[in-house]
């Protein structure tokens, strides 16, 4: 079993940064692969940004196109934590921020129901 828990979310104006974080406990991650998903009022969860397990094609990171650029995904083995650097915010990217694990290697990152572990999500509000 693996426990995430996040944090780091909070209100920013738009142009801002925040860091969000990933705990994990149970499990050291890196035999898997770790992602960022987000869902806002009345919308459908979507993917933001996946790694790689670390010892499988170098931690390949995959990013969904409104993102790619300001935002950052990254791992720190020595603290099993994940990170999702946020840069440029935008009143769009307000939403509840979840990380997710799976150890599923077929490598559909992108896809929610691919993840086994799901924290409770940490809340992001960009003003404009």
């Known amino acids: 079993q693996v426990q995430l828990v996040e944090s780091g979310g909070g209100l920013v104006q738009a142009g801002g940064s925040l860091r969000l974080s990933c705990a994990a406990s149970?499990?050291?991650?890196?035999?898997?692969?770790v992602g960022w998903f987000r869902q806002a009022p009345g919308k459908e969860r979507e993917f933001v940004a996946a790694l790689g397990w670390s010892s499988w094609s170098g931690s390949s990171t995959y990013y969904t196109d409104s993102v790619k650029g300001r935002f950052t995904i990254s791992r720190d083995n020595a603290k099993n934590a994940v990170y999702l650097q946020m840069n440029s915010l935008k009143p769009e990217d307000t939403a509840i921020y979840y990380c997710?694990?799976?150890?599923?290697?077929?490598?559909?990152?992108?896809?929610?129901?691919?993840?086994?572990?799901w924290g409770h999500g940490t809340q992001v509000a960009v003003s404009s």
């Open positions: 997710a694990a799976t150890d599923d290697r077929s490598g559909r990152l992108r896809v929610g129901d691919t993840y086994n572990y």
């Open positions: 149970g499990r050291t991650l890196t035999s898997y692969g």
